[in-house]
């Protein structure tokens, strides 16, 4: 955001304000709050893909990052961040007991993509494993 001071000459006063101007779009506020609001959920996310289930979200830096994180309207009680290099990520939700152990908190964890990658390639080694052994046992020729 750029800050703008701005002057209007009212007879026998002069009267000084200061707005905040997004520099991507035409939002305008007098609120360093709002202005910092608006860029983290309108403009600190530059991409959103759905893959399997999983929202995925493009950060260019780590300042968007945090913009993201301060402002996000996502349902969970507490996000937590791994990673602050620019790319893609995605929210891994999860639930723990509160301090208490009387309700349930909910996590939501974004945590760069390629760990979903990694996932998913572990599952497809995990299940050519488990084919291998199937045919072994049934006495199938190796493919």
């Known amino acids: ?6 002057a209007e000459d009212i007879p026998a006063q002069r009267v000084e304000y200061e707005e905040y101007q997004c520099e991507i779009c035409d939002f305008v506020t007098s609120s360093l709050q709002s202005a910092e609001e608006h860029y983290g959920k309108t403009h ?3 991409d959103r893909r759905n893959y399997g289930g999983n929202q995925l979200l493009f950060f260019e830096t780590k300042e968007d990052i945090l913009a993201w994180h301060d402002w996000t309207d996502e349902l969970y009680d507490r996000i937590d961040v791994k990673g602050f290099e620019p790319g893609w990520y995605y929210i891994n939700a999860c639930r723990e ?3 208490h152990g009387c309700c349930t908190t909910h996590i939501g964890e974004l945590t760069p993509a390629a760990y979903l990658i990694r996932d998913l390639e572990e599952q497809v080694a ?3 494993f488990q084919a291998l052994k199937l045919r072994e046992l ?3 020729p190796k493919e």
């Open 97 to 99: 007991p509160c301090d």
């Open 44 to 46: 600190a996310v530059k």
């Open 138 to 140: 049934l006495g199938l």
């Open 1 to 6: 955001m750029k800050k703008i001071i701005r």
């Open 126 to 128: 995990c299940l050519s």
